[in-house]
């Protein structure tokens, strides 16, 4: 499959991002383990935390979705990488009676033989978002689901395919279920620009996403708190200074408690803790959860 190659060009410390070739290189070193999709310069530990505080949101958000399938309930993650998503899912069905029928795209082919060891009933599916045709599962499923997929995707034409691809699946009526660095508040550094030192991710106002996705026959339902700065960097503030103290937290603890295993194990309650807190207070949020509903 023929791939868009260069992506994001940092000319200031000539780096070229390439998207295929990162997410080959972090799935053939990591094998399955979260630092493979989440930090990879980070302990494995503190991988697990920040999971774990998506993971909250997510069950949660599910709970408020009125999901009712007499049949089979056709699910499709873009971008499954280690799999972790897949047995929420499956236990969220599993506990509403709904018959799951789940369809696995991604990238890479170890990524996708790892999750097919682990559910042989998943149907797997090798495919590029930056150049997949958009209609080939065009209203095929009832849920799509992308986790921390689309912003890395820094090229503009690339984003665009995915995004509309993602969309294009979902057949009406039925639900697409974005997890991404949103930009809302006033102040952000990262709007349109990388967000990490490798250029591999791009922070997007929420805007940016309305936009395609209304002309694409969508209506946002609802925005939710995924992690927080805490937990996964800090991408805005209502200020400048607001930014940099959380920024000035988030370095504190990649270079210690974060980047050790034993320390991020120790210290999991505490930071979970902490993390539901600045949810729960509605500033502060990192990733988010949007969403939104293809109209009939």
Same mark, same amino acid.
């Given at each position: 499959?023929?791939?868009?190659?260069?992506?994001?060009?940092?000319?200031?410390?000539?780096?070229?991002?390439?998207?295929?070739?990162?997410?080959?290189?972090?799935?053939?070193?990591?094998?399955?383990?979260?630092?493979?999709?989440?930090?990879?310069? =980070?302990?494995?530990?503190?991988?697990? !935390?920040?999971?774990? #505080?998506?993971?909250?949101?997510?069950?949660?958000?599910?709970? *408020?979705?009125?999901?009712?399938?007499?049949?089979?309930?056709?699910?499709?993650?873009?971008? &499954?990488?280690?799999?972790?998503?897949?047995?929420? &899912? *499956?236990?969220?069905?599993? *506990?509403?009676?709904?018959?799951?029928?789940?369809?696995? $795209? /991604?990238?890479?082919?170890?990524?996708? /033989?790892?999750?097919?060891?682990?559910?042989? @009933?998943?149907? $797997? +599916?090798?495919? /590029?978002?930056?150049?997949?045709? &958009?209609?080939?599962?065009?209203?095929?499923?009832?849920?799509?689901?992308?986790?921390?997929?689309?912003?890395? =995707?820094?090229?503009?034409?690339?984003?665009?395919?995915?995004?509309?691809? #993602?969309?294009?699946?979902?057949? /009406?009526?039925?639900?697409? &279920?974005?997890?991404?660095? $949103?930009?809302?508040?006033?102040?952000?550094?990262?709007?349109?620009?990388?967000?990490?030192? +490798?250029?591999?991710?791009?922070?997007?106002?929420?805007? +940016?996403?309305?936009?395609?996705?209304?002309? *694409?026959?969508?209506?946002?339902?609802?925005?939710?708190?995924?992690?927080?700065?805490?937990? @996964?960097?800090?991408?805005? $503030?209502?200020?400048?200074?607001?930014?940099?103290?959380?920024?000035?937290?988030?370095? !504190?603890?990649?270079?210690?408690?974060?980047?050790?295993?034993?320390?991020?194990?120790?210290?999991?309650?505490?930071?979970?803790?902490?993390?539901?807190?600045?949810?729960?207070?509605?500033?502060?949020?990192?990733?988010?959860?949007?969403?939104?509903?293809?109209?009939?």
């Amino acid at each position: 499959m023929h791939s868009q190659k260069t992506d994001m060009i940092d000319k200031k410390n000539n780096k070229t991002y390439l998207n295929e070739d990162y997410w080959l290189r972090l799935h053939a070193n990591f094998k399955g383990k979260l630092q493979s999709v989440g930090w990879p310069g =980070l302990s494995e530990e503190f991988n697990k !935390i920040k999971y774990e #505080s998506e993971l909250n949101s997510f069950l949660s958000i599910l709970s *408020q979705l009125d999901i009712q399938k007499e049949d089979t309930l056709k699910i499709l993650e873009v971008g &499954v990488g280690t799999g972790f998503w897949i047995a929420a &899912v *499956q236990e969220f069905c599993s *506990q509403h009676e709904l018959i799951p029928e789940l369809t696995a $795209a /991604d990238i890479s082919l170890d990524a996708l /033989d790892f999750v097919v060891s682990r559910y042989p @009933n998943l149907i $797997a +599916e090798h495919l /590029d978002l930056a150049c997949v045709p &958009v209609d080939k599962f065009a209203q095929k499923f009832d849920i799509v689901l992308s986790v921390m997929v689309l912003l890395h =995707l820094t090229n503009p034409e690339s984003f665009n395919n995915g995004l509309r691809f #993602s969309a294009t699946s979902v057949r /009406d009526g039925g639900l697409l &279920v974005l997890y991404e660095p $949103a930009i809302v508040n006033s102040y952000s550094p990262w709007s349109d620009r990388p967000i990490s030192s +490798e250029n591999n991710s791009l922070g997007r106002h929420l805007t +940016e996403f309305d936009k395609i996705l209304s002309k *694409q026959g969508f209506e946002r339902l609802a925005i939710f708190p995924g992690a927080s700065w805490l937990t @996964n960097s800090p991408i805005e $503030a209502h200020t400048y200074i607001g930014f940099k103290i959380r920024k000035f937290f988030w370095k !504190i603890l990649t270079k210690t408690i974060y980047s050790s295993d034993l320390l991020s194990s120790f210290s999991r309650r505490i930071i979970l803790k902490l993390d539901a807190l600045i949810k729960q207070s509605g500033n502060g949020c990192s990733g988010k959860f949007l969403i939104y509903k293809k109209c009939y």
